[in-house]
Nanobody, 119 residues
Framework: QAQLVESGGGLVQAGGSLRLSCVASIDIFSAYDMGWYRQAPGKQRELVAKITSGGSTNYADSVKGRFTISRDNAKNTVYLQMNSLKPEDTAVYYC?????????????WGQGTQVTVSS
């Protein structure tokens, strides 16, 4: 059964850094687009960053220049390096794996990891 496991969340002061990791137990990891989403209390889940199977990336405007998404296909892992953190980055961060191909469609979510940024 497919499983995504996030780690690396925690409490950090404003201006600090965290690195989130997501290990995916899925077949053909390299074929998936991978994303990080976040959900703050009382708000909808939003896309933070995405990296396609081909390595293209895109970011929410609010994190451009501060966050970097990357992937290691040999380790079935996607990362989110978060620098210059702000209190408004506080949220539960979720890993997503999405496959849209002519031969299959799959979508998986992790359980989330809490990131709290204190002012």
């Amino acid at each position: 059964q497919a499983q995504l496991v996030e780690s690396g969340g925690g409490l950090v002061q404003a201006g600090g850094s965290l690195r989130l990791s997501c290990v995916a137990s899925i077949d053909i990891f390299s074929a998936y687009d991978m994303g990080w989403y976040r959900q703050a209390p009382g708000k909808q889940r939003e896309l933070v960053a995405k990296i396609t199977s081909g390595g293209s990336t895109n970011y929410a405007d609010s994190v451009k220049g501060r966050f970097t998404i990357s992937r290691d296909n040999a380790k079935n892992t996607v990362y989110l390096q978060m620098n210059s953190l702000k209190p408004e980055d506080t949220a539960v961060y979720y890993c997503n794996a999405n496959l849209l191909a002519t031969w299959a469609m799959r979508n998986y979510w992790g359980q989330g990891t809490q990131v709290t940024v204190s002012s």
